[in-house]
């Protein structure tokens, strides 16, 4: 996992560093996690005559990638359930058997928990229902969770679970599926799935948790994935209890090797409130960022709360309210006052514009502990919503690669213009606002490089370009994923660039993609991931 670390200096050399400090230094210094000098290898040298010397192959060293918003502990317990994403299963029919012989091998009245599923990209003139999964077993609860979590598809025993009848009543800021008969179809959308999932405090969950050591095993081989791909640090965008209880434990354990931030899903708000924890606890390697909270739906289903009427996904005009504004309001000042940071999921422009005007609020109300909050995906804004986030110091944390991932079904939602205006990045910069690097994964791929490529050059795999004013140059995005990172979780100073006193995170990657074309810096290879100076990951 690691290179031995003694507590000499260590001298590292590479072809070209580009620190984001202004500089261009042949060699840093490293002792013990953090960085004490840049600059020329031989003064370096001189200045550290014992220091063991590290010559870093490869085109570029770079400040280490840091993922603002993505779903670690999700993605990792998915390596303990079904999966049924398009790459393990590329048909209904595949997806079928799947369960199926998972039903063969697990105990009645245990539950088959299966996630990844993909109708568009899996069965787009058909899907999973109530009915299917009622065929493959009704001696188990059956759950299969989208690829984005924001809906799931349910049998009957599963229902029966929650008390979900023909006569139930969607709760606010969700939808259940019904036939054309009005029966349950087993769809449960938003807070319809949410809300028995992550149950909150002092409530019964709907689907048992797994065993604490499992988690860990899963969280240590989803962690050297995210090392391969360059990350050394990231914010778990929704962690509950049992989840942060997860990464204690890896810690505790010496296995947690990349730096955690984490958003807590606000049902759980009110324990922390009482133990007056807040935004910043925790130290360098595990920090409790901010306070989670969902607004609307989903920017990729179809499913955000716009302004102006689409074709939603589920047949409404303008998306899903997720939550009663008031309540949020009174969420958003209790957090604010508390000396938290707000953290909010809200994708479309009359979402983001709702949750601005709670912000505001709150802030006219007093200054609370002067934290950055965020707007979680920020993805359809114009030039109104950006001059308030401004105002408002909040921080956009957008979709980086969205536009590469899931342009197409963009335009066909939310038309060409407001496609252009999604993830706007340059937008952003220029009106000066700090922006975090995200990828949402499991909704997007997690690979910073190619988000990198997909916010440089706006292109889809097949060449066609969505809002090319809002490119950014490859040092733009760089600093997106590192400094503007560090920022939006309230870390600047601490990483992000290669300077004295930041930590010593950092990147070996086999191409300049400052001098690539931006069509090509997807193809970038990682060669080695160093987080406080240590070696996590190697090709």
Not at 96 to 102: F, G, K, N, T, V
Not at 212 to 225: H, I, P, S
Not at 388 to 412: M, N, Y
């Amino acid at each position: 996992m690691t290179t031995d670390m003694d507590d000499r200096p260590r001298l590292f050399r590479a072809r070209r560093i580009e620190p984001l400090s202004g500089t261009a230094p042949e060699a840093f210094l490293v002792l013990g996690d953090r960085f004490v000098a840049t600059g020329g290898f031989d003064d370096l040298r001189r200045r550290a005559p014992h220091a063991e010397v590290v010559d870093l192959d490869g085109a570029l060293v770079v400040p280490g990638f840091n993922d603002a918003h993505c779903h670690p502990t999700v993605t990792a317990e998915t390596r303990l359930r079904l999966d049924v994403s398009p790459a393990a299963a590329g048909n209904l029919t595949d997806i079928r058997r799947l369960l199926s012989d998972q039903a063969t091998r697990t105990a009645d009245g245990d539950w088959i928990f299966a996630s990844g599923y993909n109708p568009a990209r899996t069965s787009p003139d058909t899907r999973l229902d109530r009915a299917v999964l009622d065929g493959i077993s009704t001696r188990h609860p059956i759950a299969v969770v989208m690829f984005n979590w924001h809906a799931a598809v349910v049998n009957t025993p599963a229902l029966d679970l929650i008390g979900l009848t023909d006569r139930s009543e969607a709760p606010f800021g969700g939808e259940i599926g019904k036939d054309p008969a009005g029966h349950l179809d087993g769809w449960l959308y938003e807070q319809a799935f949410l809300d028995p999932y992550w149950a909150g405090s002092g409530r019964q969950p709907w689907i048992p948790d797994l065993s604490t050591d499992a988690l860990v095993d899963a969280l240590v081989e989803e962690n050297t994935f995210l090392h391969s791909q360059g990350i050394t640090s990231y914010c778990d965008a929704i962690v509950t209890p049992r989840a942060w209880k997860t990464f204690q434990a890896a810690r505790e354990a010496g296995r947690l090797t990349p730096r955690v931030g984490m958003l807590l899903w606000s049902t759980y708000f009110d324990t922390v409130r009482e133990l007056g924890i807040g935004a910043g606890f925790g130290d360098e390697r595990l920090r409790f960022v901010g306070v989670k909270t969902m607004y609307d739906g989903a920017l990729m289903s179809g499913t955000c709360l716009c302004s102006r009427p689409f074709p939603s996904a589920t047949d409404g005009e303008n998306g899903i309210q997720l939550v009663d504004r008031a309540d949020f309001g009174d969420l958003v000042r209790d957090v604010h006052h508390a000396g938290g940071r707000i953290c909010v999921h809200a994708n479309g422009d009359r979402a983001i514009a709702e949750v601005l005007d709670a912000v505001e609020a709150a802030q006219a109300q007093g200054p609370g502990a002067r934290l950055n909050h965020r707007i979680e995906h920020c993805s359809i804004v114009d030039e109104g919503l950006i001059a308030r986030i401004r105002d408002a110091g909040v921080t956009p944390v957008p979709f980086a690669g969205a536009i590469r991932q899931s342009g197409d079904q963009l335009v066909r939602f939310y038309g060409p213009e407001r496609a252009a205006n999604t993830a706007a990045h340059r937008a952003f910069l220029d009106a000066g606002i700090t922006i975090g690097g995200s990828s949402d994964y499991p909704t997007t791929p997690v690979a910073p490089l190619t988000a990198f490529q997909s916010m440089t050059s706006r292109a889809l795999p097949d060449g066609s370009v969505i809002g090319p004013e809002q490119r950014v140059t490859a040092r733009q995005a760089l600093e997106i994923y590192t400094v503007g990172s560090a920022y939006a979780c309230g870390e600047a100073g601490l990483k992000g660039r290669i300077a004295p006193g930041q930590l010593a995170d950092f990147v070996v990657l086999d191409t300049d993609i400052l001098d690539a074309d931006p069509d090509t810096i997807g193809r970038t290879h990682v060669l080695s991931t160093w987080v406080g100076g240590r070696r996590v990951w190697s090709a």
